[in-house]
């Protein structure tokens, strides 16, 4: 039989011929949107990939700044940590969440916020109206503005790498699924219509020879019965004409010829 390689099982018919060419036609729908898919996400990933690399530069070049302004301070001012600590009420930076949608995956966003009123988050000190008022207050100010920079770079790159993993899953999936369908579904339903084509090709030639044989039967049939007929008329039509030669024969020697007189 030909369809050879794994197939559905399924009785060959033209109705499950029919229901075999829709699922196809689905498969192969689904294998183009699909491949579409997993090509939008590839070029996000890439370009997402590209950011991450640039934040994480940016982020070296930050925090050495801010490291070494924190030097400064402690150098200018000694440790301020419990000083910070203690004047600090209400959070300086704020978080906030947002949503995007690529190709249907639903990546979430981290960007600065607004602070609450009174934080001084956007200007002032936030709490540190006091600390360094004695020596180390332009340290300390320079300080407070690299750290907000390198946080706000945090927050691009957690926002990047948090994208960056749910790309990769994402992508892992859908060539999955496409590798699937391209090399499991779509020829295992492509073998089942070969198979289900030749069956019925065969039962066409079945039904074919079928129909040849009794056609040829009903010839010989009538040809038998021609001849049986033409048999029995001539049998009857030589019956009579010897009847009739009987008939002639007994006439002639009942016959009398009149006296021959010399």
Not at 54 to 59: G, S, T
Request: hydrophobic letters at 40%.
């Amino acid at each position: 039989m030909s369809g050879a390689g794994p197939r559905e099982n399924v009785f060959p018919t033209r109705m499950t011929l029919t229901l075999i060419k829709t699922r196809l036609k689905g498969a192969q729908t689904g294998h183009s949107l699909l491949k579409k898919k997993a090509d939008a996400l590839n070029k996000r990933f890439r370009t997402i990939l590209g950011k991450i690399a640039e934040a994480k530069l940016k982020m070296g070049r930050v925090m050495q700044l801010a490291a070494f302004s924190l030097a400064e301070v402690t150098y200018a001012t000694g440790d301020i940590g419990y000083q910070i600590q203690e004047s600090i009420v209400t959070a300086s930076f704020v978080v906030e969440t947002r949503q995007e949608n690529v190709s249907g995956v639903i990546l979430p966003t981290f960007v600065k916020g607004t602070p609450p009123a009174g934080s001084g988050g956007e200007s002032g000190n936030g709490g540190l109206q006091l600390t360094g008022l004695g020596r180390g207050g332009q340290q300390i100010t320079k300080c407070r503005e690299t750290f907000a920079k390198a946080t706000e770079t945090l927050v691009e790159l957690a926002s990047l790498q948090t994208a960056f993993v749910i790309l990769d899953e994402v992508i892992k999936m859908t060539n999955r699924r496409v590798n699937a369908l391209e090399h499991v579904v779509i020829p295992r339903l492509e073998n089942t219509i070969s198979y289900i084509n030749s069956e019925l090709d065969e039962m066409d030639r079945e039904e074919f020879f079928r129909l040849k044989k009794v056609q040829s039967k009903k010839k010989r049939d009538n040809a038998i019965k021609e001849a049986e007929a033409a048999a029995k008329a001539a049998s009857e039509g030589g019956g009579a004409g010897d009847a009739a030669a009987a008939g002639a024969g007994q006439g002639l020697l009942n016959e009398k010829d009149e006296d021959v007189i010399f």
